[in-house]
């Protein structure tokens, strides 16, 4: 049973004659007594009386004529909605971040939500570690990282350019300072986070390098347990610049540069590299590229080569 079939057997329903519905449909009537035969024949019976001269369905026909017009009504509603789709009046964007790098991505939802309000925006929170195997799970069709992922399975962008940052409390007794050296940090209590990566461990390794003790006195789950920890006095912490751009700029935190730990980071847009991706997905990388453009860096859209 087909869709056309369908629809020429609508026609001879509400035409309540072979001839009008050929009219209708800019057909002839042979063609269209062959289209109702074979539906006939797909579903087993006879659908109209040929007894009666006005097109009369029979039982079965009553019955097909029901399930027909739902049928197309449902066609009509999905052809709409993929049309919408299309022209961004409905869709989802599922994303994957972690705690951190989800900071990027709040000015950038902001101009995406503005320019398309009818898209809704998820981002799943989780372990940096586990973005590239969600990806492939599909649970989301954008992931970002600070990391490369395998080049042979993803595509990755360059979105944000960002650096390690020493913060205090501005009643610390570095606060007045610009710069210090890591070896003027072994008697600090550093406020670390718990969750193992990539840059703790370039951290831990920079203190043993330059022989300094690194007093991890207190460990929290979370880079805001951190940030407000150390603003209410309690000892120091390096944490992304980024994560902590709003509470230095209102003053209620201080950095303080330490050249032994300048660490540049790369934040990366990831995407499947056989993806066929959304119309939300492109408007949204589209989004990020006029972002870049308008506020610069250390913002910017640059795809990192994979070979």
Do not use: W
């Amino acid at each position: 049973m087909e869709l056309s079939q369908l629809e020429t057997f609508l026609a001879v329903a509400e035409e309540r004659s072979f001839s009008r519905a050929a009219q209708r449909l800019h057909r002839t009537q042979p063609a269209v007594s062959q289209v109702i035969r074979k539906l006939e024949a797909s579903v087993g019976e006879t659908l109209f009386d040929r007894a009666a001269r006005d097109g009369s369905l029979t039982a079965a026909g009553l019955l097909l004529r029901d399930y027909a017009l739902r049928l197309l009504a449902l066609r009509r509603e999905a052809t709409s909605a993929l049309d919408e789709l299309k022209s961004l009046e409905r869709g989802r964007l599922q994303m994957g971040a972690n705690e951190y790098t989800c900071m990027y991505l709040l000015p950038v939802v902001d101009a995406f939500r503005s320019r398309y309000p009818h898209i809704s925006v998820a981002v799943n929170r989780t372990l940096a570690s586990r973005i590239p195997d969600e990806l492939n799970l599909r649970s989301f069709e954008i992931g970002v990282l600070t990391f490369r992922a395998d080049p042979e399975q993803f595509r990755a962008i360059a979105v944000y350019a960002d650096s390690l940052a020493l913060i205090v409390s501005p009643g610390h007794p570095l606060a007045d300072r610009e710069r210090v050296s890591i070896t003027d940090l072994g008697r600090e209590n550093f406020i670390a986070h718990n969750v193992a990566s990539p840059m703790r461990r370039r951290v831990i390794e920079a203190f043993r390098r330059y022989r300094t003790p690194l007093n991890m006195g207190i460990e929290l789950p979370t880079i805001e347990a951190i940030k407000r920890f150390v603003a209410m006095g309690n000892g120091v912490a390096l944490v992304p610049h980024l994560t902590a751009a709003r509470e230095l700029e209102t003053g209620e935190l201080k950095r303080i540069s330490v050249d032994e730990l300048e660490a540049r980071r790369v934040l990366r847009l990831v995407l499947r590299k056989q993806a066929t991706l959304s119309y939300a997905a492109r408007a949204f990388l589209r989004t990020v590229r006029a972002l870049a453009k308008d506020k610069g860096p250390p913002f910017y859209y640059q795809f990192e080569r994979t070979g």
